[in-house]
């Protein structure tokens, strides 16, 4: 069984530009999340989709951060414009109806 | 204060000694999650349990519910367990991650 894919894996940028991250979950997996981790800390997350409508986005930093799930199958998270302190690893997981979840490996974006 | 908090926050280890985590949250749960997490970032999922005790390996989770308290125990450890563990209690579909142990095993 495939697992959940991202990419890309790293990524620079500036502070003040956009970038843009993409997971592809299990499929048949109806939940997707998306969660920011920090250096030193947990996972915190930014939003949780079931199918493509979102369940809980109330951490998520709305000024700069979006999120999207068209077709209740893969997703893309922007951050436009990034911050320094946006820098992170961003993780993609899903889930078949809040069972275990499955992690993605992570993109880690560094804002200079 | 976060619903969910892990003790140690670091631990270092002689390779061959037998390891505990211990997990607490204050949510109620339908089940808790062991992950490991390697350098790199990827997380990998080492146990889901709702009740008394899994075993894979030399990896035992154990969990009372009542007490709202969960344990990771790694037996006859080695370097390669060397990684940061993370419990997250589940609620319905939503998850509160611990903060994490780091740990390493030296040889």
């Known amino acids: 069984e495939a697992g959940v894919a991202q990419s890309p894996r790293y990524k620079i940028i500036e502070k003040r530009q956009s970038v843009a991250f993409w997971c592809n979950p299990i499929?048949?997996?109806?939940?997707l999340y998306w969660y920011q981790q920090i250096l030193g800390q947990g996972p915190k997350l930014l939003i949780q989709?079931?199918?493509?409508?979102?369940?809980?986005d109330s951490q998520l930093p709305k000024d700069r951060f979006s999120a999207e799930r068209l077709k209740g199958v893969d997703s893309t998270l922007k951050i436009q414009p990034a911050k320094l302190e946006d820098s992170a690893v961003y993780l993609c997981a899903s889930s078949f109806e809040g069972d275990e979840a499955f992690f993605g490996p992570g993109t880690r974006l560094t804002v200079l | 204060k976060n619903e969910v908090e892990q003790s140690p926050q670091n631990l270092t280890a002689q390779e061959g000694e037998f390891i505990t985590i211990n997990c607490s949250y204050s949510?109620?749960?339908?089940?808790l999650h062991w992950l490991q997490q390697h350098p790199g970032g990827g997380i990998v999922s080492l146990f889901m349990l709702s009740s008394g005790k899994k075993k894979h390996g030399r990896l035992i989770a154990t969990i009372n519910i009542q007490e709202k308290h969960s344990s990771l125990h790694i037996t006859a450890s080695h370097p390669r367990d060397s990684a940061v563990y993370i419990c997250a209690a589940i609620t319905g579909n939503q998850f509160y991650f611990g903060t994490g142990t780091s740990l390493t095993v030296i040889p």
């Open positions: 499929s048949g997996h109806a939940t």
């Open positions: 949510v109620g749960i339908s089940a």
């Open positions: 989709f079931q199918n493509n409508g979102v369940v809980d």
